[in-house]
């Protein structure tokens, strides 16, 4: 038997999966109609909107490991949308920064990729999706601060 606790948590983790999964194919759906992959989208959106960032930055940004970020910016670079820089105080360190051609492909994807989100999340007021935003940030925050299930927490 379940607490109503436990019913209520579980119920929110289902309906919280299937709305992210639910916005997330149209995400996916607008982002490979320019032949890129979520992760190279999100790479190449944190560049436009950050400027030439560390790799171990980027990575943290978007969420991968160290080794899928060297793996996306490789793929990148090989089609002329990213390139390395090195970094002037640590010679071990380096940037990813956009090219031109880059900037010209994010800068033009961008503002359509934005209201196909903004179309997905229509069925929220702005009300609603701002209380959305705030709720889930402190669920996130949460979740990010305790011991994880496995690992000694419940």
């Known amino acids: 038997m379940r607490t109503e606790s436990e019913t209520l948590a579980l119920k929110l983790w289902v309906v ?3 709305a992210h999964a639910a916005v997330t194919e149209h995400v996916r759906a607008d982002i490979s109609r320019h032949d890129l992959t979520q992760t190279e989208f999100a790479i190449l959106e944190v560049l436009y909107h ?19 970020i ?11 949308l990213v390139e390395r820089r090195d970094c002037p105080g ?10 031109a051609e880059g ?7 961008f503002p359509e990729h934005a ?4 179309a997905a999340v229509g069925g929220l007021t702005e ?10 940030r402190t669920l996130g925050r949460y979740a990010a601060e305790r011991e994880k299930c496995g690992e000694g927490g419940e």
């Open 103 to 109: 900037e010209a492909l994010i800068g033009r994807i």
């Open 127 to 136: 009300e609603e999706q701002a209380e959305a935003v705030r709720l889930l």
């Open 70 to 80: 060297t793996y996306l910016v490789d793929r990148l670079e090989q089609r002329g």
């Open 115 to 118: 209201r196909c989100i903004e």
């Open 16 to 18: 919280l999966s299937r």
């Open 50 to 68: 950050r400027g030439p960032l560390l790799l171990g930055e980027v990575q943290r940004r978007i969420l991968v490991s160290s080794g899928g």
């Open 90 to 99: 640590d010679r071990r360190a380096r940037y990813a920064a956009l090219t």
